[in-house]
C-alpha cells in the first residue's frame, strides 16, 4: 500500500502491541523534525553566570568602575554573582562585606534584583543578580520623561514654576534719560535691526 502511494511505511511505537506503524514521506518528516529543533534551540535562551569580585577595602573610584560593568552585564541579560573577598583580619567583620553588596544591589536596582541574598561561604561572601525586565523599562521611560523635559527646557519654552527660561536676561529700564532699555535676545538668537 506505501509503495503504492510512493511513500514509506514507518515503525512508531515499536514498544506497543501490537507495533504501531504510519505510511508516510520519511524524508519530509525528518526535516521537519530538524526544523523544530533548530527553531527551539534558537527560542531557548542561554544564560550565563558572569562573576564580579570586590574587595572589603575597595576604594571610591574602583567600587564605581565594577559596578558599571555588573550593570553592563544585567543589560546584556547576563546573571552576576558579586564576591567578596575576605583575607586574614578581614574575616572578623563581614559586615564590611554586606555593606558592599548591598551597595552593588542599590546602584543596579534600576536594572536588576537580587535573586540570591548575601550569604557567607568560607572566606567568601557571595550574592546574584538577575536581570529585571520590568526595572529596566521602568528605568527607560523615566529618562525618557527626563529627556523629553530637558528637550523642552532647551527650545526656551517656560518651566512650570513661573520662572523665566534659561538664556533670557531681564534688564531693567535706564534712570539716566527716562527711556527703556532695548530688550535683549535669548543667547543663540539672531538679532535683526527691528528688534535691535
Known amino acids: 500500500m506505501a509503495r503504492g502511494l510512493d511513500l514509506d511505511l514507518v515503525e512508531v511505537a515499536d514498544k ?10 520519511y524524508g519530509k518528516y525528518r526535516y521537519e523534525a530538524a526544523q523544530k529543533a533548530k527553531e527551539s534551540r534558537r527560542k531557548s535562551t542561554n544564560v550565563v553566570v ?11 573610584g574602583d567600587f564605581d568602575t565594577k559596578t558599571k560593568k555588573v550593570e553592563k552585564f544585567l543589560g546584556e541579560g547576563h546573571k552576576v554573582k558579586v564576591t567578596i573577598m575576605f583575607r586574614g583580619r578581614e574575616m572578623q567583620h563581614p559586615e564590611l562585606g554586606r555593606r558592599i553588596l548591598d551597595d552593588v544591589a542599590d546602584k543596579v536596582s534600576e536594572v536588576g534584583r537580587v535573586e540570591t541574598f548575601p550569604k557567607q561561604d568560607g572566606r567568601n561572601m557571595t550574592m546574584v543578580l538577575a536581570p529585571d525586565k520590568k526595572a529596566q523599562a521602568a528605568a527607560v521611560k523615566r529618562r525618557d520623561e527626563e529627556e523629553a523635559e530637558a528637550s523642552a527646557e532647551a527650545t526656551g519654552a517656560s518651566p512650570p514654576d513661573g520662572s523665566e527660561a534659561p538664556g533670557v536676561v531681564s534688564v531693567p529700564p535706564t534712570a539716566g534719560n527716562g527711556a527703556a532699555a532695548a530688550p535683549v535676545a535669548p543667547v543663540g538668537a539672531q538679532v535683526t535691526e527691528e528688534s535691535a
Do not use: Q
Request: glycine share 4%; aromatic share 4%.
Open 16 to 25: 506497543a502491541n501490537p507495533p504501531v506503524c504510519r505510511i508516510m514521506d
Open 50 to 60: 558572569k562573576e564580579m569580585k570586590y574587595r572589603p577595602k575597595i576604594g571610591h
